[in-house]
């Protein structure tokens, strides 16, 4: 029910923009990272923590997205800015159990060792600190989102805009 909800949110605001000639500002999140719906897409003039980016993944993991068809291939990620440059972001496990995210030293959220289906995930180990020019993707709406608590900080410059939610369910 809600792939067909996202379908028809696609097809009609398709329709409008195409009716009016305007160039696309729009994203369907199809993911459950983040509330299924539609998001306004804006150039950033700067990025803080904890603005919502739409954003391409990096070569490795998009390439698990794919091979697993989490998302359709190329489709970009929505995720949370996390972290920025200069925090610290660390996976560790407690007496041997399961790891978990703590950024500047805050509990952040689970780390799974394995997909929905079982299938095994690598995941960072061990504390970082965020590189210049760098963000780490993080989604806390769910405790399974695949962000960077799986490959780290990535670049700034695979964001291609800040993303507020328009309709959402």
């Not at 994203?27 to 983040?34: G, K, T, V």
Request: aromatic share 12%.
């Amino acid at each position: 029910m809600i792939m067909l909800l996202i379908i028809v949110l696609t097809v009609f605001a398709t329709m409008g923009m195409a009716a009016t000639h305007v160039r696309p500002h729009y994203f369907i999140n199809a993911s459950s990272s983040l509330p299924y719906g539609i998001y306004h897409v804006k150039k950033p003039c700067g990025f803080n923590k904890g603005d919502i980016v739409i954003f391409k993944p990096p070569e490795a993991a998009a390439e698990l997205i794919n091979r697993r068809q989490w998302l359709p291939k190329s489709w970009p990620l929505l995720k949370h800015i996390g972290a920025v440059a200069g925090d610290t972001y660390c996976v560790k496990s407690l007496a041997g159990k399961s790891y978990s995210l703590y950024i500047n030293n805050q509990y952040t959220g689970p780390v799974a060792e394995n997909d929905s289906q079982g299938r095994p995930l690598t995941h960072v180990k061990g504390c970082h600190v965020v590189r210049k020019d760098n963000f780490l993707p993080v989604s806390t709406y769910i405790n399974n989102s695949f962000d960077g608590r799986y490959y780290g900080d990535i670049s700034l410059s695979l964001i291609q805009g800040i993303a507020e939610p328009l309709v959402t369910f």
